[in-house]
């Protein structure tokens, strides 16, 4: 009697993709190993019963030697084996290294099921395994599977229950690798290929000279790109149906509206010159809608479009090997590029995705320093949008006092905190060109999860800031901050308000800078400041589960007074 | 026949892996990628001076800290 599913496999072998394709959840997959941080569950009708379906992150074998494949393989100890089925999950195009974790898997007396995933790609390189064979030297149903495109899917949920325990006998670490050097000769063959045009891009992309070039065009044009479909939404799709469609009708709807009280001031806001001002009256049915749909949802969309083709490429492992000679400056190394760039989009992720670095001291260094110097979209977002027009020196500005900072503090903390950073050690995925519907699906998912999270505490932070506004409430926090803010950033004291906002959202904090009439100078403390300082609460929370109390202090003590430091130095140091 | 770490061969060389020094964890995890004692592999990439190398054992694209590539012993053809 099967109670529980388990899916495990080798790091990238496509786990979370034949999990979407047998529970119909979603989850995100890309070509990079690591992806899968979180265990994921759901449900498989199987024989009118409702089975529950585990995704453990990748592991390379049952004798765990980092904490995903820990979590991996005590989740499989849960459960009696006789009550379980395992899938393994293996990457047709390179059988000899999956083939390790499957013996393990039959010697250990699971009921094991082979998924051989990635039939089609193995076809293209001229890779031509022998299913039958393979089942006759293994003694477990072997099932070949294409899990993007779904062929081979429902073979395998067929028989999933043909999963049974099989003897064997336990080798040694040797033994068991000349095993599979004796399965493989029987079971696969090779054709020989040339070079095709993507292994030669695959070997450029890594080599000294070439890759650092390719890297720099690669993340200018990826930039760009995200810009000009950013800009492009905004241009011509948001702007004119906020602009010609919503305000009229807003303007109609409260054209009657005479007495100007609370109401208005909650739902439209201030009026300026008389005129709704989406980006300046800051009410809820005005700038709330207008930040998150016109101002920052297209460079979501922009972003994570870019991000999402770049990481099921499968380029942003190449990334990192070539920036791992920087990072171990920091006391990480080249993978922590992977959680960096997450949390360019949202910190939240970013964060989660540090548990691909193996020591809490890296741990702790990558989150603080994803805090204090990785802006989120929302917030790059808010950034273009208000300091753009002053010119793009300033804007370029930001990411540089950004980009020094975590230079600076990445050196500091690898030097003070005790204990050394484990080195680098990664499969590099080939590259992969996935078909547009799964990409799609992919971006409609993440936009989806960004609307669901950041609208209902936009409102809210809106809704916070008309009221408090409106009763005077700020009056008492202000006036105990004004000296600091006034005095050593030399913000005026109204941006108080904003600064403690950034800590519900950044983009709201964002847009309460808009009405306050600042100096370019002035917006661009603040919007730094915004950055550096505490994260928003979404972020804080993670940070709080995965660091834990003790190191959430330390980090959290180690923002403010980085925060001090630069607003003070930067009102100091730029003149006007 | 020379005796050397995989840091210390030049790009596009073939090597044989004789012995990996280091811990029991370096070694285990090696060798669950598929680096062990006698395999073949080839080194496909160095980046600077002290930076990560880039190997090809088998079908997978390896790439390894400059660490552990010097406890890597192998013997270049």
Known sequence: ?576 | MKKISLAQIKMNRKAKVIEILGGHNLQNRLMNMGVHKGRELLKLSHIGLRGPVVIKVGRSILALGHGVATKIIIEAE
């Not at chain 1, 013996?103 to 094991?112: A, K």
């Not at chain 1, 919503?246 to 009026?271: N, R, S, V």
């Not at chain 1, 000679?325 to 190394?333: E, S």
């Not at chain 1, 936009?458 to 008492?476: H, K, P, Q, S, T």
Request: aromatic share 10%.
């Open chain 1, 1 to 576: 009697m099967i109670k529980k599913i388990y899916l495990i496999g080798n790091p990238n072998v496509g786990k979370s993709v034949v999990f979407s394709r047998l529970t119909g959840v979603q989850v995100i997959s890309s070509n990079y190993p690591g992806t899968t941080v979180e265990i994921s569950k759901g449900y498989l009708q199987l024989g009118g019963e409702r089975i529950e379906v585990v995704d453990l992150p990748g592991t390379y074998s049952l004798e765990s030697t980092s904490s995903a494949e820990e979590v991996a393989v005590s989740l499989l100890k849960e459960y009696n084996k006789d009550e379980i089925a395992v899938i393994n999950i293996l990457d047709s195009t390179n059988l000899e290294r999956n083939l390790l974790l499957t013996l393990q898997l039959i010697e250990g007396g699971f009921p094991v099921i082979a998924c051989l995933n990635m039939c089609d790609e193995a076809g293209h390189r001229g890779v031509r395994i022998d299913i039958g064979k393979l089942e006759d030297i293994l003694h477990i149903p072997v099932i070949s599977t294409c899990a993007i495109t779904g062929a081979g899917i429902k073979l395998l949920i067929e028989r999933i229950k043909e999963a049974a325990a099989v003897f064997r006998d336990r080798l040694t670490h040797e033994e068991r690798w000349k095993e599979i050097g004796r399965i493989i000769e029987q079971a696969q063959h090779l054709e020989h290929r040339h070079h095709s045009l993507r292994e030669i891009l695959e070997d450029v992309s890594v080599r000294p000279v070439s890759g650092l070039i390719m890297a720099a065009g690669v993340i200018y044009a990826a930039f760009k790109f995200v810009r000009f479909i950013g800009e492009g939404i905004i241009n011509k799709f948001t702007d004119p149906l906020f602009i010609n469609f919503f305000q009229p009708l807003l303007e109609k709807l409260t054209f009657h509206w005479q007495e100007k009280g609370f109401w208005f001031h909650l739902l439209i806001g201030d009026l300026i010159n008389g005129k709704i001002d989406f980006k300046q009256s800051l009410g809820l049915l005005t700038t709330a809608p207008y930040i998150e749909f016109g101002m920052v949802l297209p460079y979501v969309i922009s972003f994570y479009f870019v991000l999402s083709l770049l990481e099921d490429i499968g380029y942003l492992p190449r990334l990192a090997i070539l920036l791992d000679n920087l990072l171990h400056r920091l006391g990480l190394h080249g993978y922590a590029i992977i959680p960096v760039l997450l949390g360019l989009g949202c910190n939240v992720p970013g964060i989660l995705a540090t548990r691909v670095l193996e020591s809490k001291r890296e741990r702790f260094i990558a989150s603080t320093l994803i805090c204090i110097g990785v802006p989120c979209v929302p917030l790059q977002a808010m950034i273009f949008g208000l300091l753009g027009k002053f010119g793009g020196f300033y804007v370029v500005g930001v990411y540089l006092v950004l980009f020094s900072l975590i230079l600076i503090l990445g050196t500091i903390l690898n030097r003070i905190l005790s204990g050394y950073s484990p080195e680098f050690l990664l499969e590099i995925p080939p590259y992969r060109f996935p078909p547009l519907t799964i990409l799609a699906r992919k971006l409609f998912f993440r936009i989806k999860g960004f609307v669901i999270e950041a609208v209902p505490v936009v409102l809210l932070g809106v809704l916070a800031i008309n009221v408090l506004l409106y009763f005077r409430l700020f009056d008492f926090v202000t006036g105990i901050f004004a000296p600091l803010v006034n005095g050593l950033f030399g913000l005026p004291k109204q941006a108080v308000a904003a600064l403690a906002i950034g800590f519900l959202r950044k983009d709201v904090a964002v847009g309460m800078l808009a009405p306050l009439g600042l100096s370019v100078k002035q917006l661009f403390i603040a919007v730094t400041l915004l950055a550096v300082s505490f994260p928003c609460i979404a972020t804080f929370i993670v940070l709080w589960k995965e660091l834990g109390v003790g190191d959430v202090i330390k980090a959290t003590l180690l923002m403010i007074t980085v925060s001090i430091i630069l607003g003070g130095t930067l009102n100091l140091l730029i003149l006007r």
